[in-house]
């Protein structure tokens, strides 16, 4: 049964960067479209970054130009680089399917930017 582990979240200034990566156990990740997610307080959870098995992206408008989604089958590991980072950026962020699996939600990463 595949697992998936976030980390490389932080509190970090406006403008500054992070790189979060979501390691995942299990051989048969590669063949996944992998996304990653967010959680702001009281609001829904919600797809920021996708990248199917052979690499192409989607993000939300959000994000676009600022965050960038890559994978590594090799390691079993899912990146989010986020640069110029924004107060409304604050979230705690999770990686999953796309669509998600309710069974692959981890604990996953706070992410807070903040002066």
């Known amino acids: 049964q595949v697992q998936l582990v976030e980390s490389g979240g932080g509190l970090v200034q406006p403008g500054e960067s992070l790189r979060l990566s979501c390691a995942a156990s299990?051989?048969?990740?590669?063949?996944?479209?992998m996304g990653w997610y967010r959680q702001a307080p009281g609001k829904q959870r919600e797809l920021v970054a996708t990248?199917?098995?052979?690499?192409?992206?989607n993000y939300v408008d959000a994000v676009k130009g600022r965050f960038t989604i890559s994978r590594d089958n090799a390691k079993n590991t899912v990146y989010l680089q986020m640069n110029s980072l924004k107060p409304e950026d604050t979230a705690v962020y999770y990686c999953?399917?796309?669509?998600?699996?309710?069974?692959?939600w981890g604990q996953g990463t706070q992410v807070t930017v903040s002066s």
């Open positions: 299990g051989s048969i990740f590669s063949i996944y479209t």
């Open positions: 990248i199917t098995s052979g690499r192409w992206t």
């Open positions: 999953n399917t796309v669509p998600p699996s309710p069974k692959y």
